[in-house]
T-cell receptor, first 112, second 112 residues
Framework: SQTIHQWPATLVQPVGSPLSLECTVE??????LYWYRQAAGRGLQLLFY??????ISSEVPQNLSASRPQDRQFILSSKKLLLSDSGFYLC???????????FGDGTRLSIL | QKEVEQNSGPLSVPEGAIASLNCTYS??????FFWYRQYSGKSPELIMS????GDKEDGRFTAQLNKASQYVSLLIRDSQPSDSATYLC????????????FGQGTTLQVKP
């Protein structure tokens, strides 16, 4: 069966520090991968998605970036975090455009 | 701008009652429709998928789809306190990228 892993579960970072969040999927090949952010009490905001290795689409202009160095690995990065980057970051995968997405457990990021 | 609209609630029902959650969407090209449950502090969990007009039942849950009216609903029968959560309606994006458009979610409170 397919599983998705995200780490770390929680992270506290100072303003201006770099960020790297990692997501990996097991049990499937060539998944579509997604990064979302959810602010407290708010809905899901799609940040990036990828349909293949090295293929990244950005949904929202911001100081975050994403990369997909391997088929089942998706990384979210920032060179300098802002206070507004705080939130609950979720990685998700799907096999094709008509199937549901499945979410990892998420990373709760607090910026101080 | 493709949108999914949900009443944010909270929707409060007594234990054992039927909870009715509603969702409308704007993208007429959408083909797949999903309901997710999100407990506070946790990631969204898929509970129902529906692809064609009509009703789909799974245990205490029934999803209803009316593509002509661009309307999706979720009925929860015999509501339990453990059903208290935020329910997210998600609709597939017509771009065939696997992207989903999420509503803001409806918070359900089931009172014992």
């Amino acid at each position: 069966s397919q599983t998705i892993h995200q780490w770390p579960a929680t992270l506290v970072q100072p303003v201006g520090s770099p960020l790297s969040l990692e997501c990996t999927v097991e049990g499937t090949s060539n998944p579509n991968l997604y990064w979302y952010r959810q602010a407290a009490g708010r809905g899901l905001q799609l940040l990036f998605y990828s349909v293949g290795i090295g293929q990244i689409s950005s949904e929202v202009p911001q100081n975050l970036s994403a990369s997909r160095p391997q088929d089942r690995q998706f990384i979210l990065s920032s060179k300098k975090l802002l206070l507004s980057d705080s939130g609950f970051y979720l990685c998700a995968w799907t096999t094709n455009s008509n199937q549901p997405q499945h979410f990892g457990d998420g990373t709760r990021l607090s910026i101080l | 701008q493709k949108e999914v609209e949900q009443n944010s609630g909270p929707l409060s029902v007594p234990e054992g009652a039927i909870a009715s959650l509603n969702c409308t969407y704007s993208d007429r090209g959408s083909q797949s429709f999903f309901w997710y449950r999100q407990y506070s502090g946790k990631s969204p969990e898929l509970i129902m998928s529906i692809y064609s007009n009509g009703d789909k039942e799974d245990g205490r849950f029934t999803a209803q789809l009316n593509k002509a009216s661009q309307y999706v609903s979720l009925l929860i029968r015999d509501s339990q306190p453990s059903d208290s959560a935020t329910y997210l309606c998600a609709v597939s994006h017509s771009s065939n990228t696997g992207k989903l458009i999420f509503g803001q979610g409806t918070t359900l409170q089931v009172k014992p």
